[in-house]
């Protein structure tokens, strides 16, 4: 199994902050890289594929860059409902793989 | 507008089979794969399978061969069936459409999700 490390696993910000999380890969897995968001007692939702594609109707103050093994999501100008928690994903292999999760909390 | 909804008992006996049902509205079976996803605070998401309405179904191995996913397309449904399971099996079961392009794949739409308790 392809292994996928979050860091850090938890967060706090404020509104307005810029913040980073990161996503490392135990092999390279190119750019087949998913972000997703989840709020409690919700779904995931899909913000980014393909490691730095937007999907459709996210904010762009959301992006996401990297290739190979490390991987990076940043969020600009946080707002009241970017507090969540976001997972990463990897779809190089249909063994389909999901970080831990880090859970960006209000300072 | 895609819509999944997950349907089945909310407490399983130990060593029984867990059966759910994934609804899916407003798109066909034939137009995407079809994927089940676990969460737990011990295992975090754990990708389970995922089926198309042609072709063999594709399984996380390790579940140890305990899953089945089978296609219901007259009913618009796909199914997982989890066999022998324990309260490791505990978890939030949602179901999940997988969209792609250009060779790379992700999971969309999701349903709201359904608890799953494996207790005597």
């Known amino acids: 199994d392809i292994q996928m490390t979050q860091s850090p696993l938890s967060l706090s910000a404020s509104v307005g902050d810029r913040v980073t999380i990161t996503c490392r890969a135990s092999?390279?897995?190119?750019?087949?890289l998913n972000w997703y968001q989840q709020k409690p007692g919700k779904a995931p939702k899909v913000l980014i594929y393909a490691a730095s594609t937007l999907h459709s109707g996210v904010p762009s103050r959301f992006s996401g860059s990297g290739s190979g093994t490390d991987f990076t999501l940043t969020i600009n100008n946080l707002q009241p409902d970017d507090f969540a928690t976001y997972f990463c994903q990897q779809c190089f292999t249909t063994l389909y793989t999901f970080g831990q999760g880090t859970k960006l909390e209000i300072k | 507008q895609v819509q999944l909804q997950e349907s089945g008992p909310g407490l399983v006996t130990p060593s029984e089979t867990l059966s759910l049902t994934c609804t899916v509205s407003?798109?066909?079976?034939?137009?995407?794969?079809w994927s089940w996803i676990r969460q737990s605070p011990r295992r975090g998401l754990e990708w389970i399978g995922f089926v198309q309405y042609s072709g063999s179904p594709i399984y996380n191995p390790s579940l140890k061969r305990r899953a089945t996913l089978s296609v219901d397309t007259s009913k618009n449904q796909f199914s997982l069936n989890l066999t022998s399971v324990t309260a490791a099996d505990t978890a939030l079961y949602f179901c999940?459409?997988?969209?792609?392009?250009?060779?790379?794949?992700?999971?969309?739409?999701w349903g709201q999700g359904t608890l799953v308790t494996v207790s005597s």
């Open positions: 092999q390279s897995i190119a750019k087949y």
């Open positions: 999940a459409g997988i969209l792609g392009s250009d060779n790379y794949n992700w999971f969309d739409p």
């Open positions: 407003g798109a066909s079976l034939g137009t995407s794969y």
